[in-house]
T-cell receptor, first 117, second 112 residues
Framework: GAVVSQHPSWVICKSGTSVKIECRSLDFQATTMFWYRQFPKQSLMLMATSNEGSKATYEQGVEKDKFLINHASLTLSTLTVTSAHPEDSSFYIC?????????????FGQGTRLTVV | DAKTTQPNSMESNEEEPVHLPCNHSTISGTDYIHWYRQLPSQGPEYVIHGLTSNVNNRMASLAIAEDRKSSTLILHRATLRDAAVYYCILSRRTGTASKLTFGTGTRLQVTL
């Protein structure tokens, strides 16, 4: 079964509205989760690292005020796309890894396809 | 982050073995070699990872060069369900869960 669950799988929203995507770690406590974005025919691009109980760390070029990340518990991180516009339409994917070493596998959610109309 | 280089695409016939190469000439001693694959419209899926020794699991085998500057993912008998983009990623061992940086990967096509 899925180790990381992402919801919703797809969402269509109107331009200017906000959309929240949830990412849950089902089998382990994840102090750190990762959010990626993927445009068609491109690779995954890391947006930010979500840290439980503290502020997220954003990659260069990612607007922190537009992509709000909340990691309030050890099993849940949320990504809110605020004031969405058509250019924000993309495939958003979250990931979680057990902490401690670099030799643990990463688990990924099934992704959320966001379409802004 | 140390970079990896993979061919853009490869083709294989069903039931035949597939060898997917990856070059990582700037790998450091604490970098693990991870492989993930992504099927269309899905999140990536873990395949295998290793540090120095060759690794086998139910999905694949990972052959790591002695100098660790390259590795090969081996699918022993490709099936149509193995058609995906395969990513070779270096993951540095740190005290916390480290991020994975994806390259362009290799798109594997499997034909009958």
């Amino acid at each position: 079964g899925a180790v990381v669950s992402q919801h919703p799988s797809w969402v269509i929203c109107k331009s200017g509205t906000s959309v929240k995507i949830e990412c849950r770690s089902l089998d382990f406590q994840a102090t750190t989760m990762f959010w990626y974005r993927q445009f068609p025919k491109q690779s995954l691009m890391l947006m930010a690292t979500s840290n439980e109980g503290s502020k997220a760390t954003y990659e260069q070029g990612v607007e922190k005020d537009k992509f709000l990340i909340n990691h309030a518990s050890l099993t849940l991180s949320t990504l809110t796309v605020t004031s969405a516009h058509p250019e924000d339409s993309s495939f958003y994917i979250c990931s979680a890894r057990a902490s401690g070493t670099g030799d643990t596998e990463a688990f990924f959610g099934q992704g959320t396809r966001l379409t802004v109309v | 982050d140390a970079k990896t280089t993979q061919p853009n695409s490869m083709e294989s016939n069903e039931e035949e073995p597939v060898h997917l190469p990856c070059n990582h000439s700037t790998i450091s001693g604490t970098d693990y070699i991870h492989w993930y694959r992504q099927l269309p419209s899905q999140g990536p899926e873990y395949v295998i990872h290793g540090l120095t020794s060759n690794v086998n699991n139910r999905m694949a085998s990972l052959a790591i060069a002695e100098d660790r500057k390259s590795s090969t993912l081996i699918l022993h008998r490709a099936t149509l369900r193995d058609a995906a983009v395969y990513y070779c990623i270096l993951s540095r061992r740190t005290g916390t869960a480290s991020k994975l940086t994806f390259g362009t990967g290799t798109r594997l096509q499997v034909t009958l």
